[in-house]
Structures are given as structure tokens and as C-alpha cells.
T-cell receptor, first 116, second 109 residues
Framework: DGGITQSPKYLFRKEGQNVTLSCEQN?????MYWYRQDPGQGLRLIYY???????QKGDIAEGYSVSREKKESFPLTVTSAQKNPTAFYLC???????????????FGPGTRLTVL | QKEVEQNSGPLSVPEGAIASLNCTYS??????FFWYRQYSGKSPELIMS????GDKEDGRFTAQLNKASQYVSLLIRDSQPSDSATYLC?????????FGTGTRLQVFP
């Protein structure tokens, strides 16, 4: 079964803790993305990666960190520096063809993070 | 700052009617456009992509693109209560997507 998996589905964090959200894909996609969605709002890009060992900041990268050591995996760490981390976190992936106008993104099921 | 604008709704339509969802974008050079459906509490699901001016049909869904006027729309024919969801418009910007805030559609029996 090809797809994108995210774990855990629900995560609770205490103030001052770092937590890591997992994202794995077996679609052989080159590009992976992390978004944050707050209630009633659209998606905001946190980080993205076009190739292994390289990633770029999105619009709201402060307080987050990522790594891309394998093509299939793109974990997101929410650090204690993120002041308001309670949100729905979505991972996505896409093919990344040079010069392509396409690059449809497909999403994982999401992780809902709550800070206690 | 490149922007994608959608009316937040809710857009309420009776079962069997045509639902029309609209999206405008600020970057005249944009080439790729996408519609996602998001049920409450779930992740977005890609339902349509469109790259050329005109209409693209897929089942009950039709995407319409007008690059000169910088708008893209999604028509849902024979709307069903199961179509009730938030519909997100996205526009490709170099190597990432810019999303609108979504339009909530309610289809009532």
C-alpha cells in the first residue's frame, strides 16, 4: 500500500518539552513538506525538502527543526522555543521534476499536538 | 507576498444543486492550480488539478481556470450531503504551494 504515514495521531506535550513528529512515505517522492493548520485557518508552510540532506524554511519555521537523512522520512521537531505549538500538523509529499509545472502534493493523516 | 483568496463561507446548497466555489490569486505568472477537499478533523485530499485555461471535468467535478482574470473555480454538480466539507484552493509558487483559507460547503437534504 503506497502512502504517507504520520505518527502519532495525537500528541500531548508539557510546556518546555521538545517533541518529534514522524512522517514516512513510500511513494518514492523526492519532495516533502510540513504544514501547520490552526482551527478555521488555512495551511501554513513550516519547512520543506526537495532532496535528501537539504531543506528550506517556510513561512513559519521559527521554533521548529527538521532533518532529511532518508528520502522516505522527514521528521519535524517542535521545540520549546515554539510559543504556541497547539495545532494540527500535516506532512505532504510530491514528485519533484526539474522544470515541471505539476508537483501535486499528497497529504498524510496528520498529527494533532496539544500543549498541556 | 503572493496570495490566494477564497470566501470562507459557509456556502449552503440543496442536495442535487450545483455548488460553485471560487478562488483568486495574486501572481499573474502562476501556472499550476489545485483543489483539495478537507473533511472536518481530517487531512486534505487532492480532488482536481488544472494547468491550462478552460475547463477540466472529472466526474461530478469541473475545474475552471481563467489566467487573464486570475481566478480558478470548482463546480460540483448534483451536490450530495457527503460533499459537505471545506474546499482548499492552492497555487504553485516555484517549489511550493500557497493555500487559500478554504470555503466551507454545506449541502442540505
Amino acid at each position: 500500500d503506497g502512502g504517507i504515514t504520520q505518527s502519532p495521531k495525537y500528541l500531548f506535550r508539557k510546556e518546555g518539552q521538545n517533541v518529534t513528529l514522524s512522517c514516512e512515505q513510500n511513494l518514492n517522492h523526492d519532495a516533502m513538506y510540513w504544514y501547520r493548520q490552526d482551527p478555521g485557518q488555512g495551511l501554513r508552510l513550516i519547512y520543506y525538502s526537495q532532496i535528501v540532506n537539504d531543506f528550506q524554511k517556510g513561512d513559519i519555521a521559527e521554533g521548529y527543526s527538521v532533518s532529511r537523512e532518508k528520502k522516505e522520512s522527514f521528521p519535524l521537531t517542535v521545540t520549546s522555543a515554539q510559543k504556541n505549538p497547539t495545532a494540527f500538523y500535516l506532512c505532504a509529499s510530491s514528485r519533484s521534476l526539474p522544470g515541471s509545472s505539476y508537483n501535486e502534493q499528497f497529504f498524510g493523516p496528520g498529527t494533532r499536538l496539544t500543549v498541556l | 507576498q503572493k496570495e490566494v483568496e477564497q470566501n470562507s463561507g459557509p456556502l449552503s446548497v440543496p442536495e442535487g444543486a450545483i455548488a460553485s466555489l471560487n478562488c483568486t490569486y495574486s501572481d499573474r505568472g502562476s501556472q499550476s492550480f489545485f483543489w483539495y477537499r478537507q473533511y472536518s478533523g481530517k487531512s486534505p485530499e487532492l480532488i482536481m488539478s488544472i494547468y491550462s485555461n478552460g475547463d477540466k471535468e472529472d466526474g461530478r467535478f469541473t475545474a475552471q481556470l481563467n489566467k487573464a482574470s486570475q481566478y480558478v473555480s470548482l463546480l460540483i454538480r448534483d451536490s450530495q450531503p457527503s460533499d459537505s466539507a471545506t474546499y482548499l484552493c492552492a497555487v504553485k509558487d516555484t517549489d511550493k504551494l500557497i493555500f487559500g483559507t478554504g470555503t466551507r460547503l454545506q449541502v442540505f437534504p
